[in-house]
């Protein structure tokens, strides 16, 4: 049997266009159980060619229903991971290719697509020129590789060459810091103990007062203080960091000043916010993932560094094979990160960035700024529910006054509509909802639906 791509193709783009239209109808979230899509898989793999229209059929009726659907307008968990029209035609274009991006001349184009995009992108978030970026992964990818050329650059690369010889680093977050610092930690053999936690302030941004004394002891009882992470946007509830305090302390005491900027970055291609983020080009590397709220596809983590000397002599490798003849100015990616093999993710960010315009982007954000202005205001409007903490962005963090487990129940009773999906954090101890505005086809009337919902929701909790 000889497959017909043409023909498969055309059923998989009709497939893709007819999704748009009718993800609304979808539950947000699948009703499954852990092992029902396991349950519906054959144990083997085939044996025979299959028919390309039986496998679509299949992917219809096995694995639709245990999708969690990022897409849809109502899905206000999480962060958002946007997708948009044109950061699926490139991802298209980009599998049909299987491009290996790892060195210069496995696609030059690819390589030098990056560095443009990552300048476009410099500028775009108001970053100072003196950084160089390169797309990550993921964050966690690009927080690791800052930790790490941080390490390398302070114990003058002798941690790369011999290993830990009793050096005793450590870095600073806050308690309200993304996981993934500690994930870092622990796999660049920092050792998660090493990493302090600051306390916040009831803002949820890091203490100054707090952080610089945990510095000083360090240092009195003879350990090496040497990466601190500002937070731009914490996961919890987009709280933002005194930025310009943190690299102030970085500088007296010669700390690597890394800005995790993962999500709420994304908003500095709006000149307005630019003044909630003084300091920020103060940074050693910024993290912002476009991925998150760039209308990009994951993936697409864009990492910013100063000290590029010091980024490739950490990662820098040259077995035989990939040894060529090329002049110092030739960039290969390959020395900038963990992976050696690279997508061409650069494809999606200049399809992105020339299907919308900068401006065209910020009208975007713009609006879903408002819309959460709106529901911030219905939310204070009704005498129920309290908003937990100041909302910078568009996640607005709020409660049923009272008890957790009413909150609890609140939540859980909505996403069991399968008509939204939201998710919770913990702030001081209280069970807080987050409402995260961000889809690329939310709109006011998702939002009002979900308020509808959300008050029907808790009058019916309150009257059992
Ligand atoms: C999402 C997020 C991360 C992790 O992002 P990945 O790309 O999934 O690794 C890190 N920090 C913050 C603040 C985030 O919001």
Redesign the pocket.
């Known amino acids: 049997m000889k497959q017909d791509f043409d023909e498969a193709a055309k059923k998989v783009l009709a497939w893709v266009l007819h999704y748009r239209t009718r993800i609304e109808d979808l539950p947000v979230l699948p009703s499954v159980n852990f092992g029902d899509t396991l349950a519906a898989l054959p144990t083997e793999p085939p044996k025979a060619p299959e028919e390309f229209a039986t496998i679509l059929r299949d992917f219809e009726q096995m694995i639709l229903p245990g999708i969690t659907h990022w897409q849809h307008p109502s899905f206000f968990g999480y962060?958002p991971s946007m997708s948009s029209p044109p950061s699926v035609l490139a991802e298209i274009i980009m599998a049909a290719m299987g491009l290996q991006c790892m060195s210069w001349v496995t696609s030059p184009a690819a390589t030098e697509l990056e560095i443009r995009m990552m300048e476009w992108l410099t500028k775009a978030f108001g970053l100072s020129a003196d950084f160089t970026g390169s797309i990550q992964d993921?964050?966690?990818s690009s927080t690791m590789v800052a930790m790490l050329v941080a390490r390398e650059k302070r114990t003058d690369f002798a941690i790369n060459h011999f290993g830990y010889r009793g050096e005793a680093l450590t870095a600073y977050c806050s308690t309200e810091a993304?996981s993934?610092i500690e994930k870092a930690a622990k796999m660049i053999g920092l050792g998660k103990e090493n990493l302090r936690r600051i306390p916040v302030d009831q803002n949820e941004a890091m203490r100054l007062d707090l952080l610089e004394e945990a510095i000083c002891r360090d240092i009195a009882e003879g350990r090496t203080p040497y990466f601190l992470v500002g937070?731009f946007?914490?996961?919890g509830t987009t709280a933002v960091d005194d930025l310009a305090g943190l690299a102030r302390l970085a500088k007296r005491y010669k700390l690597w000043f890394h800005i995790?900027a993962?999500?709420a970055g994304n908003a500095l291609i709006l000149p307005e916010i630019r003044p909630l983020a003084t300091g920020l080009n103060e940074a050693d590397s910024v993290v912002i993932?476009a991925h998150?709220w760039l209308l990009t596809a994951f993936d697409c983590?864009t990492f910013f560094i100063k000290d590029t000397d010091a980024l490739k002599n950490t990662f820098s490798i040259l077995p035989e094979y990939l040894k060529r003849e090329e002049s110092d100015d030739v960039v290969n990616f390959r020395d900038w990160g963990p992976g050696l093999g690279r997508r061409f993710r650069s494809l999606k960010l200049w399809f992105v960035l020339r299907w919308y315009g900068v401006e065209g982007v910020r009208a975007l954000m713009r609006d879903q700024l408002r819309l959460a202005e709106t529901f911030e205001g219905w939310v204070r409007a009704d005498e129920r529910f309290e908003v937990v903490t100041p909302r910078l962005f568009n996640v607005v963090c709020f409660r049923v006054k009272g008890a957790n487990d009413v909150n609890e129940a609140l939540l859980q009773s909505l996403n069991d509509t399968g008509e939204l999906f939201m998710t919770h954090t913990k702030v001081r101890g209280n069970y807080t909802l987050r409402m995260v505005i961000g889809q690329t086809n939310v709109s006011l009337s998702h939002v009002e639906r979900a308020w509808a919902l959300i008050t029907t929701h808790i009058k019916a909790l309150s009257d059992r």
């Open positions: 962060f993921s964050a966690s993304h993934s937070a946007g914490t996961t995790d993962a999500y993932n998150k983590s």
